[in-house]
């Protein structure tokens, strides 16, 4: 079973860009479905993005699409979202999770068997 681990996350302005990781290690990277969820104080956790793990597929929330993506790179057993144009409501603990093949629903968080620790993302106005 894989681990994952995030890390990029910080302080930053509105109109910010920032860059997540999450590095997949312990199991074969190109097996594992990757996505990204956040959740704000009080409030539910939510689907941001996730990409397919063999052809490339891409599906990013409706709050964050055209500013936010996701990118893989193998040779670095790591899964990227790319945030841009940070807005305040952008601020939330960002969790990355992996789900070995294909997850049942690739925008649910019931469908990821495993999650990291969270790195937050803190935006000012």
């Known amino acids: 079973q894989a681990q994952v681990e995030e890390s990029g996350g910080g302080l930053v302005q509105a109109g910010d860009s920032l860059r997540l990781s999450c590095l997949v290690s312990?199991?074969?990277?190109?097996?594992?479905?990757v996505g990204w969820f956040r959740q704000a104080p009080g409030k539910d956790r939510e689907f941001v993005a996730t990409m397919t793990r063999d052809d490339g597929r891409k599906a990013v929330g409706n709050s964050v699409k055209d500013r936010f993506d996701i990118s893989r790179d193998p040779a670095r057993n790591t899964v990227y979202l790319q945030m841009n144009n940070l807005k305040p409501e952008d601020a939330a603990v960002y969790y990355c999770?992996?789900?070995?093949?294909?997850?049942?629903?690739?925008?649910?968080?019931?469908?990821?068997?495993?999650w990291g620790q969270g790195t937050q993302v803190t935006v000012s106005a």
């Open positions: 999770a992996a789900q070995k093949y294909y997850p049942r629903d690739y925008l649910s968080e019931r469908s990821y068997s495993t």
């Open positions: 312990g199991d074969t990277f190109s097996e594992y479905t």
